[in-house]
């Protein structure tokens, strides 16, 4: 599923984790499942952390891609003041969708230096109407939210609460070896909360390890869940 304010999911006012974690329980109980496996990438990591730990009775294994939870990653800082960034393109006078996301990706080049992110970034413009284009993501919420609901979430005193409710079923934990957000210093402190932690770092992954290495990420998923 998306997570709200983005791709095909509805667009809120607030990006909060409580919200979140809230969307995700009524999700599921919607369903009427009993047990869930969670799966999340990143921000959706983040929540499918906080659900496992909030609602552990919802959740039979949790997979965390590129996420921790005791620590917000220098690159995690830096995709905040990303997404701010994004306010600088104007898609007026455009004609194509291609022709949209090369006008993006010149627009942001002096601001996201990285050709990987801003690739990513313009892959999720969208064309609203014929000649109307618009970022699939509600980003205005999501740039103001996201320091305070995302970045700076994980204090010292919620990750001091979070060992004290360990979530004791089995849990992995996969991050790819170009990136920051997950490394192998993590493992210690991860396993305080998670005691059953399993831990997967695979070569040449980048935060998009899924789309980087997805023949390496499904093989490592698969056989934790099977």
Avoid: C
């Amino acid at each position: 599923m998306d997570v709200r304010n983005h791709g095909e999911s509805p667009e809120a006012p607030e990006m909060s984790f409580e919200s979140m974690v809230a969307d995700i329980k009524l999700f599921i109980q919607n369903l009427n499942l009993n047990k869930s496996i969670l799966m999340g990438h990143s921000l959706g990591a983040g929540i499918m952390i906080s659900t496992a730990l909030k609602y552990p009775s919802l959740v039979e294994k949790i997979v965390v891609i590129e996420a921790n939870p005791v620590e917000s990653s220098p690159s995690l800082i830096k995709m905040g003041e990303n997404v701010n960034n994004l306010s600088v393109v104007n898609f007026q006078g455009l004609r194509t969708l291609d022709e949209a996301r090369k006008h993006a990706d010149i627009s942001l080049r002096h601001l996201i230096l990285s050709p990987v992110v801003r690739e990513r970034f313009t892959g999720i413009i969208k064309e609203v109407s014929p000649g109307k284009f618009a970022w699939a993501n509600n980003f205005p919420v999501i740039a103001r939210d996201m320091k305070k609901n995302v970045i700076d979430f994980m204090t010292e005193q919620l990750i001091a609460d979070l060992k004290k409710k360990p979530f004791t079923k089995p849990a992995l934990f996969i991050g790819g070896s170009q990136s920051d957000f997950f490394e192998i210093r993590h493992y210690a402190e991860i396993r305080e909360i998670f005691p059953r932690a399993e831990f997967a770092i695979i070569e040449g992954g980048n935060h998009w390890v899924h789309l980087k290495k997805p023949a390496e990420v499904l093989k490592i998923v698969s056989e934790f869940i099977n």
